[in-house]
């Protein structure tokens, strides 16, 4: 009986060790890190993330038509006790904000494996997989629920600037 005992109190031990190692982190992200270029709607979009420090990744995007800025993206990966949360903040021209001032789109970490991670928006509408496509590609994919599955496409794809 004790033997029992043990082994369910050791199960029980490796599945909650098993769950809390979903939470991820933001080494999870950090493949992101350098400057990346691509298109977008016909104009050029320019990406830039720096390497997580303390509680947090940080990065931006400029894209761009006929020379001129058509809006900028915050976007701010900050570690929580259930994983890593991205933050977006959306800017037209004139670093004119589109969600409102204390507003933010977030969105939970899901999963990662090498070079990949998955995140889902709060309220369950989308999903964003950041990957790595070999030492000089970055994709961000977005997806959108359809048949009862995910279905993804590639939203940017960027190339390494050095």
């Known amino acids: 009986m004790k033997k ?16 809390t190692s979903k939470t991820g982190s933001l080494a999870d992200v950090a493949f992101m890190e350098g400057r990346w270029q691509g298109t977008f709607n016909g104009g050029p979009i320019e990406a830039a993330w720096i390497a997580p420090v303390g509680d ?7 894209m761009m038509k006929d020379n001129k800025v058509t809006m ?4 701010i990966f900050e570690q929580t006790s259930e994983g ?36 889902e928006k709060e309220d ?5 997989i950041y990957e790595k496509r ?6 961000i994919q977005r997806g959108q629920p359809k048949d009862g599955n995910w279905a993804f496409s590639d939203l940017f794809v960027f190339k390494r600037v050095n």
């Open 134 to 139: 070999g030492a000089n590609q970055l994709v």
């Open 4 to 19: 029992l005992y043990f082994l369910f109190c050791l199960l029980a031990t490796l599945t909650v060790q098993a769950q």
């Open 124 to 128: 369950g509408s989308i999903r964003i």
């Open 56 to 62: 947090n990744l940080s990065g931006f995007m400029r």
């Open 72 to 75: 900028y993206e915050m976007l």
């Open 84 to 119: 890593p949360i991205v933050l977006v903040k959306h800017f037209k021209p004139g670093l004119i904000g589109q969600e409102e001032k204390d507003k933010s789109d977030r969105y939970r970490f899901i999963e990662a494996s090498p070079n990949r991670a998955l995140f």
